[in-house]
T-cell receptor, first 112, second 112 residues
């Protein structure tokens, strides 16, 4: 069974631009969560989706948004990029809410 | 609020046992997890323990949970150089979802 895939793997943007990251969960998994990893703040929860509905949201500004499609694939969008948004963005999927999460390799976003 | 604390570094010799410790704050967490992250990679789920268990063993890994003290530990027997990585302890954000709160991670260095 294929693991969680994330595209693109690397991305370079400039301040003020917007970016969309994509995540395909493990086949059959219906819950997708997103995390931001930075050297200073560590791993921080962004949001969680299940059956196209956002179930939980972390403490991030409204510039960070996401959605989930009917096939469970998920996207997250960051608008008006700031230098501090440079991070590894990790997506995780689980069979359903409350089950163990399996992580993808992440998308490394660099904001110049 | 919720918080997960880990020591930042651990150095051991090949063949020795490694013990990585973690304290958490949310006693309502249903599951507690250990993840491993190698350089440039995503998170690999190592093992998890249900909150009503005291111990779980999985090959070279032993997880101990002390709910009274909110203390979790991961013991790696016969540590190998390939075990060198960052190890993260995580608890569930709340009972309603899968969202995880992570510690800052413990960097395990194994010397031969």
């Amino acid at each position: 069974k294929a693991g969680v895939t994330q595209t693109p793997r690397y991305l370079i943007k400039t301040r003020g631009q917007q970016v969309t990251l994509s995540c395909s969960p493990i086949s059959g998994h219906r819950s997708v969560s997103w995390y931001q990893q930075t050297p200073g703040q560590g791993l921080q929860f962004l949001f969680e989706y299940f059956s196209e509905t956002q179930r939980n949201k972390g403490n991030f500004p409204g510039r960070f948004s996401g959605r989930q499609f009917s096939n469970s694939r998920s996207e997250m969008n960051v608008s008006t990029l700031e230098l501090g948004d440079s991070a590894l963005y990790l997506c995780a999927s689980s069979w359903t809410v409350g089950n163990e999460q399996f992580f993808g390799p992440g998308t490394r976003l660099t904001v110049l | 609020g919720e918080d997960v604390e880990q020591s930042l570094f651990l150095s051991v010799r090949e063949g020795d046992s490694s013990v990585i410790n973690c304290t958490y704050t949310d006693s309502s967490s249903t599951y507690l997890y250990w993840y491993k992250q190698e350089p440039g990679a995503g998170l690999q789920l190592l093992t998890y323990i249900f909150s009503n268990m005291d111990m779980k063993q999985d090959q070279r890994l032993t997880v101990l949970l002390n709910k009274k003290d909110k203390h979790l530990s991961l013991r790696i027997a016969d540590t190998q150089t390939g075990d060198s990585a960052i190890y993260f302890c995580a608890e569930t954000f709340n009972q309603a979802g899968t969202a995880l709160i992570f510690g800052k991670g413990t960097t395990l260095s194994v010397s031969s």
